[in-house]
């Protein structure tokens, strides 16, 4: 529909509204006045609309009042376009408007494209709902997995303990843990998921629920856990390395197995260096009947043991077991008079100076531990 002021006396004109009228969305023509001298077909239909004459923009979309972003009062006018959204009988337009120019470069009238876009924004809401839902249980099962993590103060007779966990998502695959399994023996283990997030996260509480903790054989414990992983219906991608250790205080014997953790952990002491190699099979799905197996290391008063995961080094250092040559963990490790956690975070900030360094951001879980053997009081 077009008022008086439009003339409809060629062809080409006429092809132009043709095409207005093949199109869904609402279309219409508005003067300076913010009176509408055209409307296409599809905006004829829906509202109703059968005369034009003195109509305003508002007043053919039900309003008694100009809109507050109304284009009279933008550069429309001065021959720049503008979007804005418009509600309508519970149905959001976007409206883009633009200028006519006119031959002598002024613009006397302004075209208005309303695309009806209501059940994009209520997708868009639903989506924002969903994902508001989504971070809040992430944030959840966050709280939930730094819940399963040791007491950092964890007290343990004959034995100091110090561990430092630094997810790079919200929810981690690394899990390090360390608890009683009788009088005079302590299990200590750390872990790593393959992958990130949410199944990584899930995996690591299916350790912490189902590693035997009363075992004195770290390895018949690895089997256990083998075969309870292989009851679930795991893809070949995922698997948990693990490396797991029994501490007896009272003798000061480590008992230890190996599930496939390459990152082999490290004592410190005065005999210098020495890492605990034990290869095996990762616990997964990938073979029918693994073998995994005790050792023993006997350990003196002030040699300390250092876990970690490949999210330490592999990121600059090309593979874990690189990890001793580096001078600074080394020594950092060995500095005697210094507090557990402290020699963590001075290696953790040494580690994360040196990914910005060479301009690489953290993408691997990053955990470590460290325990000591010291004298009990009373001994």
Same mark, same amino acid.
């Given at each position: ?189 750390? +872990? *790593? ?12 509480? &299916? $350790?912490?629920? /189902? !590693?035997?903790? %009363? ?97 330490? +080094? *592999? ?12 001078? &600074? $963990?080394?020594? /950092? !490790?060995?500095? %005697? ?43």
């Amino acid at each position: 529909m077009f008022s008086p002021y439009f003339s409809s006396g060629n062809s080409s004109f006429k092809f132009i509204l043709d095409i207005l009228d093949g199109m869904d969305d609402w279309v219409r023509v508005v003067d300076r006045s913010n009176s509408v001298i055209f409307i296409n077909r599809s905006m004829e239909r829906d509202l109703g609309i059968r005369d034009l004459a003195g109509k305003k923009c508002y007043e053919i979309m039900g309003c008694g009042d100009p809109c507050d972003n109304c284009i009279t009062d933008k550069a429309v006018f001065e021959g720049k376009s503008c979007k804005k959204i418009e509600v309508f009988n519970n149905r959001i337009f976007s409206v883009m408007s633009s200028p006519i120019i006119a031959d002598d470069g002024n613009v006397y009238y302004a075209v208005e494209v309303l695309r009806d876009i209501t059940k994009e924004k209520e997708m868009e809401r639903e989506l924002i709902r969903q994902n508001q839902k989504l971070q809040h249980d992430l944030e959840m099962a966050r709280k939930l997995q730094m819940q399963l993590l040791p007491r950092k103060n964890v007290k343990i007779p004959g034995l100091d303990f110090a561990y430092l966990y630094q997810p790079c998502d919200d929810l981690s695959g690394d899990m390090v843990n360390i608890f009683q399994v009788d009088r005079d023996r302590v299990g200590i283990y750390i +872990a *790593d998921v393959s992958g990130h997030g949410v199944s990584a996260s899930m995996l690591t509480i &299916f $350790i912490i629920s /189902t !590693l035997n903790q %009363k075992t004195r054989s770290p390895s018949r414990a690895l089997y256990r856990l083998f075969r309870q992983y292989n009851l679930g219906d795991f893809d070949k991608d995922s698997y948990i390395t693990i490396f797991y250790g029994i501490y007896n205080t009272r003798t000061r014997v480590l008992t230890y197995s190996n599930a496939g953790h390459n990152c082999a952990p490290v004592i410190i002491g005065r005999n210098g260096v020495k890492k605990l190699y034990m290869p095996a099979i990762p616990i997964s799905n990938w073979v029918d009947d693994p073998k995994y197996y005790d050792a023993t290391i006997q350990l003196d008063t002030g040699d300390r043991l250092f876990l970690y995961t490949d999210g330490v +080094a *592999d990121q600059w250092l090309e593979e874990p077991g690189k990890i001793t040559s580096d001078g &600074f $963990i080394m020594e /950092t !490790l060995s500095e %005697k008079n210094s507090d557990l956690q402290a020699i963590l975070n001075k290696i953790y900030d040494y580690v994360h100076t040196r990914l910005e360094n060479i301009g690489v951001r953290q993408k691997d879980d990053i955990t470590m531990a460290l325990m000591q053997p010291v004298q009990s009081k009373g001994c």
